[in-house]
């Protein structure tokens, strides 16, 4: 309830300064943990300003608030940041391989204050091959026509901390794109015989990862790759992260 | 509005009972504290109560589907279905269907509420036999080759359809049902085939059947050979989310991913389709590997 003063005064009464301190003890009581829900507007008030305004980090593309985490970050914008997956980067293409490599600059960090919901989001583009080398450990590239097995691996990466105190791919994620079933050519005309579309070779995929987080945490959410060809360019891929506090 | 308006005692004024009553009862103004005894930027995240308080996003699930094995060494193949056929669930490796649980009291969605529903799965489509899928009709069509001849060629529409199964019927789970705005592709569309108008695949992905191209392709014409691809290993992807209509609470137990195929393009009446390839159905297979399906419960308002 609201305040209600102990003493009241009475016309030609003595005021004392214990009754006068007794009003202003309990008044000071209220201020400081006595507003109940019942002294507050009824309906509706906090505006936008009374919320202390998220923090915009321009880099990361993130913006941080009371609510949480919202924004990402992708290939385009004034720097096209095209990236590749190559298997000399995770075991040359042998088919006993498991390593993944991250994906340079598909990752963010971010600090956690608290505990949160966390909704990851990536997506990437690419053109995958096409890669017929002949090293033996790796899927057979002959005859033509059967070089789909040389695929490579998307996955989301979650940074330590994040899944039983270690950096983790998350291979139970893993999506993938074959290599293509054709490729360039160096007799005349020199090009591409077929288009990427035509021949398997091109992945246009996207994934989330959604967890609960324990915080506080500081923790790295990317992409990591595991390729099984020569070359493959990421044409485009972007990843961006909503977290809720609440 | 809650402000103190009772002005300083300044020299000469009289100290009587009520001016000195005044001073404390001004405090006492019930329901008006608000905004104009908060300051700008008052709150911040440390004034919130900590841990997930179910106001903004009240509930997150998540689980890996499927067989685990991402360099393929085992996988579930399914074979092409027909019309009236129950669609394929994802198994796990022991050959459980999977299902994201939202627990015995499920997730209650208001009228002010949205669930949105991700996922992801490792499949491959291919098929037994010699270009089957220029059998029956949907999923080829028929181009010059010169000389007077033809040549039969995927239309590039041949494809396995995924969508979104859900149970608001009680936490058993065995009470699956497409979501609103998706249909089992069982409707008879034209002749005895079954399928889905566009407008009601909501919660559909697909992935190609097929990849088949023709060397020397000039003005319309095929005058080289087929070219045909393995479709391989790839991934299929969607999204999906719900906000009640018509002031309704839904209470979600579970949702899960279903598949059939195969599948082509049909226009009938102005409408578009997909429609099952039932000619063919029994050549095309669909490995099934794993992936992950996600739901995000938030309020709107």
Redesign the interface.
């Given at each position: 309830m609201s305040y209600t003063p102990p003493y009241t005064v009475a016309d030609g009464t003595v005021l004392t300064s214990a009754q006068l301190e007794g009003n202003s003890q309990a008044l000071r009581i209220y201020l400081h943990r006595g507003v109940a829900s019942s002294d507050f507007e009824n309906t509706p008030w906090i505006q936008t300003r009374h919320v202390q305004a998220p923090v915009y980090e321009p880099y990361s593309g993130m913006q941080h608030g009371v609510t949480g985490y919202q924004g990402g970050n992708w290939a385009g914008g004034t720097n096209i940041r095209l990236q590749f997956a190559t298997k000399f980067l995770s075991g040359n293409g042998r088919t006993t391989s498991t390593e993944f490599h991250p994906a340079p600059q598909t990752a963010i960090e971010l600090a956690f204050r608290q505990d949160a919901k966390v909704l990851f989001h990536y997506w990437w583009e690419l053109e995958n091959g096409r890669d017929v080398s002949t090293a033996s450990y790796q899927a057979p590239a002959s005859p033509a026509g059967t070089t789909a097995g040389r695929r490579v691996y998307v996955v989301p990466y979650t940074g330590a901390g994040f899944n039983s105190g270690t950096a983790y791919n998350n291979r139970s994620r893993c999506q993938e794109t074959r290599n293509a079933g054709d490729g360039v050519t160096i007799g005349y005309p020199i090009g591409t015989r077929r288009p990427y579309v035509m021949t398997g070779g091109y992945g246009a995929k996207q994934g989330t990862f959604a967890r609960d987080v324990t915080g506080p945490l500081v923790t790295t959410f990317g992409l990591s790759i595991h390729s099984l060809t020569d070359r493959c360019g990421v044409v485009n891929w972007g990843i961006a992260l909503e977290a809720y506090y609440f | 509005m809650?402000r103190l308006t009772e002005p300083a005692i300044l020299d000469g004024d009289d100290i009587?009972?009520?001016s000195?009553?005044d001073r404390?009862?001004q405090?006492?103004?019930?329901?008006?504290?608000?905004?104009f005894n908060?300051?700008?930027?008052?709150?911040?995240?440390p004034h919130?109560?900590?841990?997930?308080?179910?106001?903004?996003?009240p509930d997150?699930?998540?689980t890996?589907m499927g067989w685990?094995l991402?360099?393929h060494s085992s996988y579930h193949t399914r074979i092409g279905q027909t019309t009236g056929a129950a669609p394929y669930t994802v198994l796990d490796s022991v050959g459980a269907t999977d299902v994201l649980d939202f627990g015995p009291l499920g997730v209650v969605v208001a009228p002010t509420d949205i669930l949105r529903v991700?996922w992801?799965l490792?499949v491959r489509a291919r098929w037994e036999g010699t270009r089957p899928w220029t059998g029956g009709a949907l999923t080829f069509t028929v181009l010059h080759s010169g000389g007077g001849g033809s040549s039969a060629i995927s239309n590039g529409y041949g494809c396995w359809a995924f969508w979104l199964e859900w149970d608001i019927t009680d936490n058993t789970l065995s009470n699956f049902v497409e979501v609103p705005g998706q249909g089992d592709f069982n409707t008879v569309v034209t002749g005895s085939r079954g399928g889905n108008a566009l407008t009601n695949c909501g919660s559909t992905s697909i992935t190609p059947a097929i990849?088949e191209?023709a060397d020397i392709v000039e003005d319309g014409r095929v005058n080289g050979s087929v070219?045909?691809?393995?479709?391989?290993?790839?991934?299929v992807?969607g999204a999906w989310h719900y906000i009640p209509t018509g002031g309704t609470t839904t209470t979600v137990y579970g949702v899960r991913v279903v598949y059939s195929g195969p599948f082509g393009a049909h226009n009938g009446g102005g409408v578009n389709y997909l429609v099952r390839n039932d000619a063919v159905a029994d050549d095309a297979r669909l490995d099934q590997q794993?992936?992950?399906i996600?739901?995000?419960h938030?309020r709107l308002g």
């Amino acid at each position: 309830m609201s305040y209600t003063p102990p003493y009241t005064v009475a016309d030609g009464t003595v005021l004392t300064s214990a009754q006068l301190e007794g009003n202003s003890q309990a008044l000071r009581i209220y201020l400081h943990r006595g507003v109940a829900s019942s002294d507050f507007e009824n309906t509706p008030w906090i505006q936008t300003r009374h919320v202390q305004a998220p923090v915009y980090e321009p880099y990361s593309g993130m913006q941080h608030g009371v609510t949480g985490y919202q924004g990402g970050n992708w290939a385009g914008g004034t720097n096209i940041r095209l990236q590749f997956a190559t298997k000399f980067l995770s075991g040359n293409g042998r088919t006993t391989s498991t390593e993944f490599h991250p994906a340079p600059q598909t990752a963010i960090e971010l600090a956690f204050r608290q505990d949160a919901k966390v909704l990851f989001h990536y997506w990437w583009e690419l053109e995958n091959g096409r890669d017929v080398s002949t090293a033996s450990y790796q899927a057979p590239a002959s005859p033509a026509g059967t070089t789909a097995g040389r695929r490579v691996y998307v996955v989301p990466y979650t940074g330590a901390g994040f899944n039983s105190g270690t950096a983790y791919n998350n291979r139970s994620r893993c999506q993938e794109t074959r290599n293509a079933g054709d490729g360039v050519t160096i007799g005349y005309p020199i090009g591409t015989r077929r288009p990427y579309v035509m021949t398997g070779g091109y992945g246009a995929k996207q994934g989330t990862f959604a967890r609960d987080v324990t915080g506080p945490l500081v923790t790295t959410f990317g992409l990591s790759i595991h390729s099984l060809t020569d070359r493959c360019g990421v044409v485009n891929w972007g990843i961006a992260l909503e977290a809720y506090y609440f | 509005m809650s402000r103190l308006t009772e002005p300083a005692i300044l020299d000469g004024d009289d100290i009587d009972a009520a001016s000195i009553n005044d001073r404390y009862t001004q405090f006492s103004q019930p329901g008006a504290l608000n905004a104009f005894n908060t300051r700008d930027g008052a709150f911040d995240l440390p004034h919130f109560k900590r841990g997930n308080d179910a106001w903004l996003a009240p509930d997150l699930y998540e689980t890996t589907m499927g067989w685990n094995l991402w360099k393929h060494s085992s996988y579930h193949t399914r074979i092409g279905q027909t019309t009236g056929a129950a669609p394929y669930t994802v198994l796990d490796s022991v050959g459980a269907t999977d299902v994201l649980d939202f627990g015995p009291l499920g997730v209650v969605v208001a009228p002010t509420d949205i669930l949105r529903v991700y996922w992801d799965l490792s499949v491959r489509a291919r098929w037994e036999g010699t270009r089957p899928w220029t059998g029956g009709a949907l999923t080829f069509t028929v181009l010059h080759s010169g000389g007077g001849g033809s040549s039969a060629i995927s239309n590039g529409y041949g494809c396995w359809a995924f969508w979104l199964e859900w149970d608001i019927t009680d936490n058993t789970l065995s009470n699956f049902v497409e979501v609103p705005g998706q249909g089992d592709f069982n409707t008879v569309v034209t002749g005895s085939r079954g399928g889905n108008a566009l407008t009601n695949c909501g919660s559909t992905s697909i992935t190609p059947a097929i990849i088949e191209g023709a060397d020397i392709v000039e003005d319309g014409r095929v005058n080289g050979s087929v070219l045909v691809y393995e479709t391989g290993w790839s991934s299929v992807d969607g999204a999906w989310h719900y906000i009640p209509t018509g002031g309704t609470t839904t209470t979600v137990y579970g949702v899960r991913v279903v598949y059939s195929g195969p599948f082509g393009a049909h226009n009938g009446g102005g409408v578009n389709y997909l429609v099952r390839n039932d000619a063919v159905a029994d050549d095309a297979r669909l490995d099934q590997q794993a992936g992950q399906i996600s739901a995000l419960h938030m309020r709107l308002g």
